[in-house]
């Protein structure tokens, strides 16, 4: 992407996304890739919007009779949008895919071309060699299934991240799944979500990404990467921010065994003195004088236990609903450097975390286009602060 970037591609419902908890991608642009001729439509489309030029930056073709069918089909897309906006566009003819890059500011429009190609996808590696090779948890076929695309678009995804990166998805599993099951989606369809909430967390990718891939790509036009291969990065980017929230998650259940375990004891052994109480009682029995005298100091030290471990589960509960209701360390991180209302795209400017993982995304796919639309910030992805945060974000 060039420029600025003013992503049409992808909106959410910033309030469902904190409500459920979940982390969606969306592709707006649901309509098929639009009708095309001799010009004339397109000629039609740039007076009713003011257009004045229109220049192929390879070629430096102004004249729109020039132009092929493939380059009339991107600029018809992009001008369905609305100026400032910049549309990576994938034209499918004649079985051929040729990615187009698109720019529209005020009355200029500028575009290149790249070369087609047969295919959108390359040979994926299998389910166990993905799982071996990142460390991620199982394959899951859930109403549709994995096959070589998607598994594709997972192992480029994945293989875009650092070890340490990688850490933090560990046991992450992957869904297949038709369509998104809960409905976030407000306008658009569902390409791909994050689900935190699930018994295991997961990435879920719908079907609908193979027809985003069709109509968009990330990268540029000499390196295209599919639009779900970005936006399954995307989605680990949110998994890697939300790594430490888990985490005390996780924390909380186990403060909460503990608590429940001391409380047992404590009341066990308070059973165990009022049985030996009633037989003393009935009987003096020195014996047992002796051990209710032993009991008693038991029953001091679990009673402390039970406090220290119910001290310790409020302590975490605390801090889980603190960390629950602002961004993750490296999404806070990201937004000292970057508010996010000044994020690269549309959707970054959304949230925080969206900002981060939209940052990632073109960090690693499209540097310069991150370099371009919030400078510093690839350089910060590349410092030792970001790789240390990656590191703590494990514990």
């Given at each position: 992407m060039p420029r600025h970037m003013t992503?049409?591609?992808?909106v959410l419902s910033v309030a469902?996304?904190?409500?459920?908890?979940?982390?969606?991608?969306?592709d707006d642009d649901v309509r098929p890739a639009p009708p095309t001729d001799d010009g004339?439509?397109?000629r039609a489309a740039l007076n009713r919007h003011g257009v004045a030029s229109v220049t192929n930056l390879a070629s430096g073709v102004t004249d729109i009779n020039l132009l092929s069918r493939v380059e009339r089909v991107a600029l018809l897309a992009l001008v369905a949008t609305r100026s400032g906006a910049e549309l990576d566009v994938m034209v499918e003819a004649e079985g051929q895919f040729t990615p187009v890059e698109t720019f529209w500011d005020g009355a200029a429009i500028t575009f290149?071309?790249?070369?087609?190609?047969?295919?959108?996808?390359?040979?994926a590696p299998s389910q166990d060699q993905l799982q071996k090779d990142f460390g991620v948890g199982p394959f899951v076929n859930d109403g549709a299934t994995w096959d070589n695309d998607g598994l594709y678009v997972v192992g480029a995804a994945l293989s875009e991240l650092t070890p340490d990166e990688l850490a933090l998805l560990a046991g992450v599993e992957f869904h297949r799944m038709a369509r998104d099951p809960v409905?976030?989606?407000?306008?658009?369809?569902s390409i791909a979500m994050y689900r935190p909430e699930q018994r295991a967390p997961r990435i879920e990718l719908y079907n609908h990404g193979v027809t985003a891939d069709r109509r968009r790509f990330v990268g540029t036009v000499d390196k295209p990467v599919p639009l779900t291969v970005a936006t399954v990065l995307h989605e680990a980017a949110h998994a890697m921010a939300r790594k430490p929230l888990l985490n005390l998650r996780r924390r909380v259940a186990d403060a909460e065994r503990a608590h429940a375990l001391a409380v047992a004891r404590a009341r066990d052994e308070q059973r165990r003195y009022a049985a030996d109480r009633k037989a003393?009682?009935?009987?003096?029995?020195p014996a047992l004088a002796k051990a209710l005298t032993a009991r008693a100091v038991?029953?001091?030290v679990l009673v402390k236990q039970m406090v220290a471990a119910q001290k310790e589960r409020d302590a975490i509960r605390a801090t889980l609903i603190t960390e629950q209701g602002r961004a993750a360390p490296l999404e806070r991180a990201l937004d000292a450097r970057l508010p996010y209302r000044s994020g690269p795209t549309a959707y970054a400017r959304t949230s925080p975390g969206e900002s981060f993982a939209e940052c990632l995304k073109l960090h690693r796919l499209d540097r310069a286009a991150l370099e371009r639309a919030a400078p510093g910030v690839a350089a910060w992805f590349d410092s030792a602060e970001y790789a240390d945060l990656v590191k703590a974000s494990a514990y």
């Open positions: 992503s049409t591609v992808a469902m996304l904190l409500a459920s908890g979940a982390a969606q991608y969306v004339t439509t397109l290149r071309s790249g070369a087609p190609r047969a295919g959108l996808y390359g040979r409905g976030l989606a407000v306008n658009g369809i003393y009682n009935a009987r003096r029995d038991t029953i001091k």
